[in-house]
């Protein structure tokens, strides 16, 4: 079946405009998460949806950052006024059920540059 | 809070060696871990959990192991082949008793495999 679907796959933006990323789960995962990797840095944890419950914004930057998930399904995750230190690849997973013990299911990524 | 350290960013080895790549936590022992492979321009993907009650997880060429009292975990390629080639990311639980969801990924060792 299809996997974790992102776009776009890459996204040049000027600094201080808007930009809006987009994840289609696997159908059927519950769990869905967002994280960015920076060159040479780790995966950081940005927010995550489970089912019906308000999300874990705790890993969001700033009040910049905001997402949001509709029907349980995809989700669009908003950058505002956007800064040269947004640049990054932005990873979106998907997870059976929430919880440490399932495997994320990861996309490809979207390549954001902010000139 | 929980840290991960992956204590080599590089590992190069010859082919058919045995790979043997390290994680570090810094505090209280997670119920489960783990490790994610990454190749260049693609999300991460899962390879193996293994849960805190087990010393030892196989798969094909992969064993995984778990130290609670050392605070690591160790993966290893056996026979190796160029093309396992790639950064390893091992991720655990970053709250105690679990976030529901906020795994944190170590920054990765990238491995590479001469033929």
Partial sequence: ?115 | SQKIEQNSEALNIQEGKTATLTCNYTNYSPAYLQWYRQDPGRGPVFLLLIRENEKEKRKERLKVTFDTTLKQSLFHITASQPADSATYLCALDSLYGGSQGNLIFGKGTKLSVKP
């Fill in chain 1, 1 to 115: 079946g299809a996997g974790v679907s992102q776009s776009p796959s890459n996204k040049v933006t000027e600094k201080g405009k808007d930009v809006e990323l987009r994840c289609d789960p696997i159908s059927g995962h519950t769990a869905l998460y967002w994280y960015r990797q920076s060159l040479g840095q780790g995966l950081e944890f940005l927010i995550y949806f489970q089912g019906n419950s308000a999300p874990d914004k705790s890993g969001l930057p700033s009040d910049r950052f905001s997402a949001e998930r509709t029907g349980g399904s995809v989700s669009t995750l908003t950058i505002q006024r956007t800064q040269q230190e947004d640049s990054a690849v932005y990873l979106c997973a998907s997870s059976l059920a929430g919880g440490e013990a399932n495997e994320r299911f990861f996309g490809p990524g979207t390549r954001l540059t902010v000139l």
